[in-house]
């Protein structure tokens, strides 16, 4: 069975400060893709980043990190210097095939 | 073209009313998918078709009525709704079909629907 953990129900932070989001994951397959998406009040659901199983190495846009880590099953995601903007929630997803097993989401608060 | 385009944005229905969503996508994608999300919720599937067919159907109750009418678009029409039924409907597509291996999927921004 494949499950996605994100146990931060709602993080608040001040401006400029670094929040990191945890996701840990569940999997028997070898193969396997993960992802962050944002979704702002709006609604739509905007694709961050996808990794593979294969590949551990972490990465880096801009204030955006992620850090992929296969022994613990963890896929956390850390903002720097974070924004009002950055206020949204946000799912951890593991896709199995055509299946996306989406965590139940961090709600991400910023304030001024 | 590389997005998927939703509509409308948002709908306001009775619970006697019959409307429908519409989504497209002129990627060439060969599968589509149905989500709806409840508020603070995570999107949960509810229909994919694979080629045009019906392929999953996440035991969705029938006042939901999936279709595909070609390869770019997908409808949900929509019939004796309760206000529970209140939700944003997500629309996703995926390049390939379902038997391919992993497929990833492109959401559209959904449509909002309220049932009063």
């Known amino acids: 069975a494949q499950k996605v953990t994100q146990a931060q129900t709602e993080i608040s932070v001040v401006e400029k400060e670094d929040v990191t989001l945890d996701c840990v994951y569940e999997t028997r397959d070898t193969t396997y893709y993960l992802f962050w998406y944002k979704q702002p009040p709006s609604g739509e659901l905007v694709f961050l980043i996808r990794r593979n199983s294969f590949d551990e190495q972490n990465e880096i846009s801009g204030r955006y990190s992620w850090n992929f880590q296969k022994s613990t099953s963890s896929f956390n995601f850390t903002i720097t210097a974070s924004q009002v903007v950055d206020s949204a929630v946000y799912f951890c997803a593991l896709v199995v095939g055509y299946a996306l097993n989406f965590g139940k989401g961090t709600s991400l608060l910023v304030t001024p | 073209d590389t997005e998927v385009t939703q509509t409308p944005k948002h709908l306001v229905m009775g619970m006697t009313n019959k409307k429908s969503l519409k989504c497209e996508q002129h990627m060439g994608h060969r599968a589509m998918y149905w989500y709806k999300q409840k508020a603070k919720k995570p999107p949960e599937l509810m229909f994919v078709y694979s080629y045009e067919k019906l392929s999953i159907n996440e035991s969705v109750p029938s006042r939901f009525s999936p279709e595909c009418p070609n390869s770019s678009l997908l409808n949900l029409h929509l019939h004796a709704l309760q206000p529970e039924d209140s939700a944003l409907y997500l629309c996703?597509?995926?390049?390939?079909?379902?038997?391919?291996?992993?497929?990833?999927?492109?959401f559209g921004p959904g449509t909002r629907l309220t049932v009063l």
């Open positions: 996703a597509s995926s390049p390939r079909g379902l038997a391919g291996g992993f497929n990833e999927q492109f």
